[in-house]
């Protein structure tokens, strides 16, 4: 079992910056590719980005690259999302998820931080 608690979110003026955090517990955090998502009101829960176990690779959804990055610090257990040069459509609730790394099939995931980006 794995528990994610995601913090830092709030309200930012478009052009403005959030830092995200993700504190992880429970198991051996280096054993998860650790990932961002996010829901929109009224949308599907997407993809924001995603960090190997080792830290050694990083992925990023299309409308996120070059604005967000993530990284990881092992030794905290913790997962960061900086964003920066936000927009109104990216607000939206962030999840913060940990992919087990021998088996997509255990997954687990936060409750949520809200992120609210006025134009």
């Known amino acids: 079992q794995v528990q994610l608690v995601e913090s830092g979110g709030g309200l930012v003026q478009s052009g403005g910056s959030l830092r995200l955090s993700c504190a992880a517990s429970?198991?051996?955090?280096?054993?998860?590719?650790m990932g961002w998502f996010r829901q929109a009101p009224g949308k599907e829960r997407e993809f924001v980005a995603r960090?190997?176990?080792?830290?050694?690779?990083?992925y990023y959804a299309d409308s996120v690259k070059g604005r967000f990055t993530i990284s990881r610090d092992n030794a905290e257990n913790t997962v960061y999302l900086q964003m920066n040069s936000l927009k109104p459509e990216d607000t939206a609730v962030y999840y913060c998820?940990?992919?087990?790394?021998?088996?997509?099939?255990?997954?687990?995931w936060g409750q949520g931080t809200q992120v609210t980006v006025s134009s």
């Open positions: 429970g198991s051996t955090f280096s054993s998860y590719n």
């Open positions: 960090i190997s176990w080792s830290g050694g690779a990083t």
């Open positions: 998820n940990a992919e087990y790394r021998y088996s997509s099939l255990r997954q687990y």
